[in-house]
């Protein structure tokens, strides 16, 4: 069975950073593109980074370049967002997403964690 378990959400002030983490079971990240989605109150969920070993390729959504940073402990089985320079409209719950493909993972993800809340106060 594929799990994927968040954690590293919080209130955090304008400026501050958080550092998600998201570890898996039933699959190894190696063969999957796997990333984090959010969702605002009143908004679609979005995808904000993905890293894809097979694809070769790293996304990051326009508003979060030069501030997050996606990465993957392989040994761990553990991706993480490191988030920096938080703004207010940075507040979301954040999902980790995964799937077979890139492309998969922008379409709508196969798998999704339970969500964790990342709060900035201005």
């Known amino acids: 069975e594929v799990q994927l378990v968040e954690s590293g959400g919080g209130l955090v002030q304008a400026g501050g950073s958080l550092r998600l983490s998201c570890t898996a079971s039933?699959?190894?990240?190696?063969?999957?593109?796997v990333g984090w989605y959010r969702q605002a109150p009143g908004k679609e969920r979005e995808g904000v980074s993905c890293?894809?070993?097979?694809?070769?390729?790293?996304y990051y959504e326009d508003s979060v370049k030069g501030r997050f940073t996606i990465s993957i402990d392989n040994a761990k089985n553990t991706v993480y967002l490191q988030m920096n320079s938080l703004k207010p409209e940075d507040t979301a719950v954040y999902y980790c997403?995964?799937?077979?493909?890139?492309?998969?993972?922008?379409?709508?993800?196969?798998?999704w964690g339970q969500g964790t809340q990342v709060t900035v106060s201005s």
């Open positions: 039933g699959f190894t990240f190696d063969d999957y593109a």
């Open positions: 890293f894809s070993d097979s694809d070769g390729y790293t």
């Open positions: 997403a995964a799937d077979v493909t890139y492309t998969g993972w922008k379409i709508g993800p196969d798998y």
